[in-house]
């Protein structure tokens, strides 16, 4: 039996970076903070979120500065999100890794109800077993999600390869006993991710071929 993918969506199988930046920068203003270049973004963007803004102002967000900026986030995130699309070659891989036989799973902590219907219009929904995105509002990373993703799936955590483009990505795979390969084409740099010490790639092709030969 091959490696089971789980794959994540924002910043991974969806090319919404220019998307991230803008709702941001629309979030900072909202605060009076200066805006962000993608390269420093890139740099600094931590889950849970909350710590990102820390690291832009100096301090946590207070519990009202938060609810703000985040429904100002969202707001624009998803007027942006419909105008995006799939990172190059990601249709290709999911439809031939199913036709190959594997399986491939997507885990997001973009709200379920969001998610689900953006796959869907991509017209990629059906390349998966199995599609989750958060169902709270918890800012948590993807750790407690990733447990209920593979108990749901009941896939045994060494056939698993998490592919996504954070470091919260990696830490969840861990916490499971997975692999992760983790994609510089998001949120973070490729130093950033080179810390986390798993491998990292340049392309989702590359991600794929990484991942199936982890042990």
Same mark, same amino acid.
């Given at each position: ?73 969202h707001r624009h995130y998803w007027e942006r999100a419909e105008g995006c699309g799939l ?41 998966f077993v199995r599609v989750d995105g958060r169902t709270d509002r918890s800012t948590d990373g993807k750790s407690g999600n990733m447990v209920r !993703?593979?108990? %749901? ?7 698993? =390869? *998490? ?6 990505? $990696? +830490? #969840? ?14 949120? !973070?740099?490729? %130093? ?7 491998? =990292? *790639? ?6 794929? $071929? +990484? #991942?199936?030969?982890?042990?």
């Amino acid at each position: 039996m091959g490696k089971h993918l789980v794959w994540d969506w924002n910043g991974t199988l969806l090319d919404d970076i220019a998307a991230v930046i803008g709702a941001t920068n629309a979030a900072f203003a909202e605060l009076g903070l200066a805006p962000i270049t993608l390269e420093r973004y890139r740099e600094l963007y931590t889950v849970p979120v909350p710590r990102f803004y820390e690291r832009m102002m100096g301090r946590l967000p207070t519990d009202a500065e938060w609810t703000r900026m985040d429904g100002v986030f969202h707001r624009h995130y998803w007027e942006r999100a419909e105008g995006c699309g799939l990172t190059a070659g990601a249709a290709e891989l999911l439809a031939a890794r199913q036709g190959s036989g594997f399986t491939q799973s997507l885990l997001s902590l973009a709200p379920h109800e969001e998610l689900v219907p953006l796959v869907r219009r991509h017209g990629i929904a059906e390349r998966f077993v199995r599609v989750d995105g958060r169902t709270d509002r918890s800012t948590d990373g993807k750790s407690g999600n990733m447990v209920r !993703h593979l108990a %749901a799936l009941s896939v045994p955590a060494e056939r698993v =390869v *998490v592919i996504g483009d954070a470091a919260d990505d $990696a +830490v #969840a795979a861990a916490h499971v006993g997975a692999k992760a390969v983790l994609f510089t084409g998001g949120s !973070h740099s490729r %130093a950033s991710l080179e810390r986390v010490g798993v491998p =990292v *790639v340049d392309s989702l092709e590359e991600a794929v $071929a +990484v #991942a199936e030969g982890l042990v």
